[in-house]
């Protein structure tokens, strides 16, 4: 278990929140029913939007943008930009959902799905907002079912966003509860939970093609070559770097890089009370940034694996805090420990 080095950092953290405070932002929303979105602005900016269409598969937030208006996710497949990579199609902004529930695939479940395979997925179809009101602080939450193909109800799901912004900040909490409508079984993979694709600038630089094949045996390959436009990197809170911090365990982690003349972050930060904490990173150089605590199997080369099991009735919630910086720098290890030490007293 890799330890929270926290200690050093209480007063810090006290000041970085004090100072955050003073510099918040009012969040407010617009809902659009027909289209099932609801535009979260920041500062009467949009800061992104979330979309419930039960065609997306899943609930996302997309796009995110930072504090100055530069969007941090990839365009590709609701928005797509020149130069956009155009693999792994069920990539859209920042989601929550896993690659094997009672055998189905919740993660891959996308509009390239052959209609004869779709049998094989699952769904998360979100049937109402629960929550909605604005402030220096902006609550959104909704209900939505984990459901097979015939609707049938595995999981209800109720999660509820707090959002918040600074001069030079965005700040997303999550926090997703999960009861079982009948006996759940996550079994431990690879793809899962909390998923995040960067925006193109934001993936690492690479000289190499790679090949990723799926749990159904779908395969897709990531062209490297040529590519000048990624500028990113990884850093964890234990300290590893690029493509180690894949696989390894870590409070937080974060993808930085530059987009235009703005240095850019995204960090997620986990919290103590998720399951088989701190989370294993599923961070890749092509542009997925994941926090998967349930992936421990393949993360460890199958020396331990982490299989979940809900009873009918029985819940588990996941929460997670993600940050998006920008500016002449952005938040250091002292400052996300700081962040970290806060977040885990909620």
């Known amino acids: 278990m890799v330890k929270l080095k926290l200690l050093s950092y209480v007063a810090l953290a006290v000041a970085f929140s004090s100072a955050s405070l003073a510099q918040e932002t009012t969040v407010s929303f617009k809902k659009y029913d ?7 602005l920041v500062g009467g900016k949009l800061f992104t939007s979330f979309l419930f269409q039960d065609a997306l598969e899943k609930p996302v937030l997309y796009p995110l943008m930072t504090a100055g208006g530069t969007v941090v996710t990839r365009g590709f497949p609701l928005q797509p930009k020149p130069n956009d990579p155009v693999d792994h199609p069920h990539h859209i902004g920042l989601w929550l959902n896993f690659e094997n529930l009672n055998g189905l695939d919740f993660w891959n479940n996308s509009y390239a799905i052959a209609a004869d395979k779709k049998a094989q997925y699952g769904w ?4 109402k ?5 604005g402030g220096t602080k902006g609550v959104l939450a909704y209900h939505a079912n984990w459901t097979n193909q015939a609707k049938e109800v595995i999981l209800e799901e109720n999660t509820y966003f707090e959002f918040s912004g600074t001069k030079n900040q965005r700040i997303v909490d999550r926090v997703t509860t999960l009861k079982a409508a009948q006996d759940a079984v996550f079994k431990d993979a690879k793809d899962g939970m909390l998923g995040l694709r960067l925006a193109h600038e934001l993936q690492m630089p690479s000289t190499q093609d790679e090949k990723f094949t799926d749990s159904k045996g779908i395969v897709t390959i990531v062209k490297g070559g040529d590519d000048k436009i990624p500028t990113g990197n990884y850093l964890s809170s234990e300290g590893k770097t690029g493509d180690a911090v894949w696989g390894t365990r870590g409070v937080w982690c974060k993808v930085y890089g530059k987009i235009g003349a703005d240095s850019v972050s995204i960090a997620i930060i986990d919290h103590p009370l998720n399951p088989n904490y701190p989370t294993f990173w599923h961070a890749r150089g092509y542009g997925l940034f994941a926090a998967n605590p349930l992936g421990e199997k393949i993360f460890t080369n199958g020396a331990s694996a982490k299989n979940l099991t809900l009873k009918k009735g029985e819940s588990v919630t996941f929460s997670y805090r993600v940050v998006i910086s920008n500016g002449p720098e952005t938040l250091n290890p002292a400052q996300l420990n700081a962040m970290a030490a806060s977040f885990a007293k909620k």
């Open 124 to 127: 998360i179809r979100t049937d």
């Open 129 to 133: 907002i629960t929550d909605m009101e």
């Open 34 to 40: 027909k289209q099932k979105k609801v535009d979260v």
